[in-house]
């Protein structure tokens, strides 16, 4: 019996233990595949965790899930390291902060108001509603780029076992618009603008600058206006080429679009130089952040991604560009059928060895009796 004992405890124990969550990897994932179609177009692969375990009660899934990641694939065409991580906490608090910086996260999202009182660089407001069939509302959208500048809509296309259709006259909508079509960390990496390098008689020369917030290495976007001047050229002064953009370009490239008489939205990259000419006095000149194309940032974001393949399949002809939050595919769930089989067998392997052995000895004691 005391052996039963010792087999039903070493079959359980696996059973009991907290942290044995099974999971296995994505393989629409890597860069051969899917992910690396994904990664060309310039979408994002940021964190949500790993299966069954909560970040706030689990430090260790910050670093496992990133681990994960980078072996799966770089987390944007402009950096390997993952700068995003979804996050469900309203309030996260300073020693999830600093293990998120630690390592190497900078944003977090995106359920709930942003994160008060904030170490991390940015966090990042669900703004817009979502791209769901019958959910997805244009007025939503709109009212939450005039709340937050921006919109930040999510998509999910599976709910339990039920498979989800993307809204086909909003998504339409959407791509119609003068949206700039980013990503999280993109638009994070891109907040530095240009500096002023020079300036002579009805002209000015701006430097690109680094990014310095910890981002990836993305030309910085920059608004410049001349007041009382009409802008005559602009071109680069070293040996590189900067192209007009035009109402089509909604990804961001480097390039300028000049915005009526006196102003301009410029996107540089570090170290770029170029010239600005104008005519008329130039009395004040302006330079400040802006928005690639100065566009409104359009961040569509496939929350909880498990299985790359079903999510980004809708969208293989869209604009849109998405930050995946992934984590890992839940591995099948052990079924209590067989531990509780086993469980059984033990506890009947007695009753049944004794049985055995006394019917034995009865046959034994009638065969000499005979």
């Known amino acids: 019996m005391r052996a039963a004992i010792f087999m039903l405890s070493v079959l359980l124990l696996s059973l009991s233990l907290p942290s044995a969550v099974a999971w296995r990897a994505d393989g629409w994932l890597t860069q051969e595949v899917v992910g690396g179609e994904r990664l060309a177009l310039g979408d994002e692969f940021g964190c949500h965790g790993m299966p069954g375990v909560d970040v706030g009660e689990d430090h260790s899934v910050i670093k496992e ?27 996260v608090d300073i020693l999830t902060q600093s293990i998120l910086i630690e390592e190497g996260f900078r944003i977090v999202g995106d359920q709930g108001p942003p994160v008060t009182g904030q170490s991390l660089n940015w966090a990042i407001e669900r703004s817009g509603g979502s791209l769901e069939q019958n959910v997805a ?42 949206y700039w079509f980013t990503t999280w960390g993109e638009w994070f990496s891109s907040t530095h603008s240009a500096s002023e390098f020079e300036r002579a008689n009805n002209s000015i020369t701006l430097k690109g600058t680094p990014t310095s917030n910890g981002g990836w290495d993305v030309p910085g976007n920059t608004h410049l206006s ?38 301009v939205t410029l996107t540089l990259a570090e170290g770029a130089l170029v010239q600005i000419t104008w005519e008329g006095e ?61 469980v059984l067998t033990i506890l009947a392997a007695p009753v049944a060895i004794k049985y055995t052995l006394k019917h034995d000895e009865e046959m034994y004691h009638s065969n000499e009796e005979e």
């Open 65 to 91: 899930c990133k681990e994960y990641l980078t072996s799966q694939i770089n987390a944007s065409k402009w950096g390997k390291e993952p700068l995003s991580f979804g996050i469900s906490m309203t309030d």
């Open 137 to 178: 509302s244009i007025s939503a959208i709109e009212q939450g780029i005039e709340s937050n500048g921006y919109a930040n809509l999510y998509w999910e296309a599976q709910i339990e076992d039920l498979n989800v259709r993307r809204d086909r006259d909003v998504l339409a909508w959407i791509e119609s618009q003068d």
């Open 226 to 263: 001349i007041v009382g001047a009409q802008i005559t050229s602009i071109a680069r002064v070293d040996d590189g080429v900067l192209e007009e953009l035009t109402l089509d370009d909604n990804h961001l490239k480097e390039g300028y679009r000049i915005l009526g008489d006196s102003d």
């Open 282 to 342: 130039g009395t004040d000149i302006r330079i400040q952040d802006g928005s690639f194309n100065n566009f409104t940032p359009f961040m569509a974001v496939g929350h909880h991604t498990t299985d790359l393949f079903e999510w980004s399949s809708p969208f293989q002809d869209s604009p849109l560009r998405f930050t995946w939050l992934i984590e890992p595919q839940p591995d099948v769930e052990p079924s209590w059928i067989l531990p509780m089989l086993a």
